[in-house]
């Protein structure tokens, strides 16, 4: 049964997603925002391991009153978290392999860059991490499920956030990275956050309902 109150395992659970958030964000940052690297880098992981709990005592508090926000904000916290392992995974393979903008596939007129290719494997990374941390702290699915059945459901509705990330991301990352106000690296960034943000009610719909559902 769903209890809204924070619970100890809550406050681990929390400072562990804070502390991987803030690891996260530094890279994230450097490709973004060199400038604002230094300041950073040594003040995230505390900020963000002390932030996360004390966000989930206001969000116990305001569930009193609205039950499902205290759900809603585990699910929070953990988004927030895979979008950073999207990003921060997206960042080192676009930092240390061929170029993003180089062209992996060529179809006639249709091109596929080697962004879609790393795309693509930073959003499954980012979706193995979300699993785990989705059934075990934000839905606390049963462990008397069948393993085959729950797997199924979260492969069908992962593969739809899947083609709705990649798309979304690939196209803004397409339509842009010409642009000479940023970097391909920024560009990619930002279409990853639109990537991640278009999936999220579909993911946090689908995880509920579908897969973790009671």
Same mark, same amino acid.
């Given at each position: 049964?769903?209890?809204?109150?924070?619970?100890?395992?809550?406050? /681990?659970?929390?400072?562990?997603?804070?502390? %991987?958030?803030?690891?996260?964000?530094?890279? /994230?940052?450097?490709?973004?925002?060199?400038?604002?690297?230094?300041?950073?880098?040594?003040?995230?992981?505390? %900020?963000?391991?002390?932030?996360?709990?004390?966000?989930?005592?206001?969000?116990?508090?305001?569930?009193?009153?609205?039950?499902?926000?205290?759900?809603?904000?585990?699910? #929070? #916290?953990?988004?927030?978290?895979?979008?950073?392992?999207?990003?921060?995974?997206?960042?080192?393979?676009?930092?240390?392999?061929?170029?993003?903008?180089?062209?992996?596939?060529?179809?006639?007129?249709?091109?596929?860059?080697?962004?879609?290719?790393?795309?693509?494997?930073?959003?499954?990374?980012?979706?193995?991490?979300?699993?785990?941390?989705?059934?075990?702290?934000?839905?606390?699915?049963?462990?008397?499920?069948?393993?085959?059945?729950?797997?199924?459901?979260?492969? #069908?509705?992962?593969?739809?956030?899947?083609?709705?990330? /990649?798309?979304?991301?690939?196209?803004?990352?397409?339509?842009?990275?010409? %642009?000479?106000?940023?970097?391909?690296?920024?560009?990619?960034?930002?279409?990853? #956050?639109?990537?991640?943000?278009?999936?999220?009610?579909?993911?946090? %719909?689908?995880?509920?309902?579908?897969?973790?559902?009671?």
């Amino acid at each position: 049964m769903q209890t809204n109150a924070t619970t100890q395992r809550d406050y /681990v659970f929390g400072a562990v997603a804070g502390i %991987i958030i803030g690891l996260l964000i530094i890279p /994230v940052i450097k490709a973004v925002k060199p400038s604002f690297y230094g300041p950073v880098l040594f003040v995230a992981i505390p %900020i963000f391991t002390a932030a996360v709990p004390i966000g989930l005592v206001i969000a116990s508090w305001i569930s009193r009153r609205f039950a499902f926000i205290w759900q809603l904000a585990k699910f #929070v #916290v953990i988004g927030g978290m895979n979008m950073l392992v999207d990003l921060g995974v997206l960042a080192l393979i676009s930092s240390a392999a061929i170029a993003p903008e180089a062209t992996w596939l060529s179809f006639s007129a249709f091109t596929i860059t080697y962004y879609s290719l790393y795309k693509a494997s930073s959003f499954i990374v980012a979706n193995i991490n979300s699993y785990l941390w989705n059934k075990y702290w934000t839905f606390e699915a049963s462990e008397n499920r069948k393993a085959g059945t729950e797997f199924l459901g979260f492969f #069908v509705v992962s593969l739809i956030g899947f083609a709705m990330n /990649v798309v979304a991301a690939s196209a803004v990352f397409s339509a842009f990275h010409r %642009i000479d106000s940023l970097t391909t690296s920024q560009w990619g960034l930002i279409g990853a #956050v639109v990537g991640s943000i278009t999936g999220l009610a579909w993911n946090f %719909i689908g995880y509920k309902f579908i897969v973790f559902k009671k």
